[in-house]
């Protein structure tokens, strides 16, 4: 018999707070590196709004630049300093001696038959990392599928960035830098506001990496992409994936409010244990009861379950059953997602009876279960085919 979940356990305080300490401290480990270039000159992107305002306060400049300043960055998106009209020319090249407004550099940019898009940036250091964009095939607007972490601590044995070792976190620059680097492309400034059809929609933290273990970062990274004088993207317009660090979910929701995804992936500590190997630390329980927890879920901002498909391992019926008993009173969705195979996988997806089978007994249940088919495939873009070859170059700071 299947090991069953049938208790709902709370985890006690004390060990959330110990492991949020021992999360935060690992992943100092990995540090991005620091916002100065070789020349002296500091990137103003993943500043904080307070930040810029000290750097600019540092060179005499009063508080009422900065916020000049994020509207160039963040809202024009100009990285040059002449384009800033507002700004008189004196100080412009003031500006332009200390700081620059970076980006990530274009290694390589491949786009689908489907038109998804795909771009491996390199940041100074020579770390890469991936990031794709998926038009909706209906309408003028589409999501930035943006990666957290160069690599991945976790090991789930169907990800291909799992088969590589977790190089380094990304910094907030380099995270928001992707969706700012891809809006370049589509020619997508100034920000659109109101009712204005924007093309990069939405961002969805589901590339490279565990964003809950890069939590800093992803956090600065997304409240200057949710800044309304900026970038603007409302927080119902970020969706942050996770694999299931139970104590980071808390803070996530207190902190940032986006919504949530969840791989879940498996009804059974046994089998989640294998394919999902965090599942050891926070099993399915304390799993469903973070989310359980999670503010603001509600039907019309439920959390997405999702489920990738894999033949003959996970893709049962008994499954879809157990599945739904597990997420019985959680506003949520499951998003179905056939198994995408690279180079020496060795799991093979569901069949297409068995996927609607799945799906009906899900949807009977009163949830929606989308069958998301994959974008991208022919360029390895698709969900969990995203890897580089970058290697940890250098030891932890
Ligand atoms: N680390 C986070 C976010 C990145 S992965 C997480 O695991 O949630 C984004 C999604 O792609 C996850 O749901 C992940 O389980 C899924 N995925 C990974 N490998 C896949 C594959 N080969 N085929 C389909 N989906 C995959
Ligand atoms: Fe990491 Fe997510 Fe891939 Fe698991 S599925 S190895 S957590 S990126």
Redesign the pocket.
């Known amino acids: 018999m299947p090991r069953q979940v049938s208790t709902i356990t709370a985890p006690t305080p004390e060990l959330t707070e110990a492991e949020r300490v021992r999360i935060l401290a690992k992943s100092a480990l990995f540090n991005p590196p620091p916002a100065e270039l070789p020349d002296g000159r500091r990137d103003l992107v993943g500043l904080t709004r307070e930040e810029l305002a000290v750097e600019l306060a540092a060179i005499g400049e009063k508080p009422f630049r900065a916020k000049q300043l994020w509207h160039w960055i963040y809202h024009q998106g100009a990285t040059d300093f002449t384009r800033m009209s507002s700004i008189a020319r004196p100080l412009q090249e003031r500006l332009a001696e200390r700081f620059v407004v970076g980006r990530p550099s274009v290694a390589t940019e491949q786009t689908s038959e489907d038109e998804t898009r795909k771009w491996l940036f390199r940041f100074r250091d020579g770390q890469e990392a991936e990031t794709v964009y998926i038009p909706d095939r209906r309408e003028d607007r589409g999501a930035v599928c943006i990666s957290s972490q160069v690599g ?1 601590t ?1 090991s ?1 044995r ?4 799992g088969t590589q070792r977790l190089a380094r976190n990304l910094g907030a620059a380099e995270i928001v830098g992707q969706f700012m680097a891809a809006r370049d492309a589509y020619g997508e400034w100034p920000s659109p506001h109101g009712d204005v059809p924007r093309l990069l929609s939405t961002i969805v ?7 809950l273990y890069n939590y800093e970062n992803v956090l600065r990274a997304m409240r200057i992409a949710m800044d309304p004088e900026g970038i603007g993207l409302s927080r119902r317009r970020i969706t942050l ?3 299931g660090v139970v104590p980071m979910m808390d803070r996530c929701g207190a902190e940032l409010g986006v919504n949530l ?1 969840v ?1 879940l ?1 498996a009804v059974r500590d046994d089998l989640r244990d294998e394919i999902v190997p965090l599942n050891r630390k926070y099993p399915i329980a304390e799993l469903i009861a973070a989310c359980r927890r999670y503010p603001g879920a509600s039907n019309a901002r439920r959390i997405t379950f ?1 489920y ?1 498909m894999l033949r003959g391992v996970n893709d049962s019926e008994a499954e879809a059953r157990e599945l739904v008993r597990l997420i019985a009173g959680i506003p949520a969705k499951v998003n179905l ?6 180079p020496g ?1 060795d799991y093979r997806p569901s069949g297409r009876e068995a996927l609607e089978r799945f799906a009906a007994i899900v949807q009977d249940a009163g949830f929606a279960a989308p069958i998301r088919m994959p974008r991208g495939q022919d360029i390895l873009a ?4 995203l890897r580089t070859d970058s290697r940890r170059t250098r030891p932890a700071a």
């Open positions: 991945c976790l789930c169907f990800c291909h960035t933290l589901m590339g490279m990496g565990e964003p994936s996770t694999s995804a791989s992936h999702e990738i997602i056939p198994f995408n195979s690279w996988s698709a969900c969990g085919q």
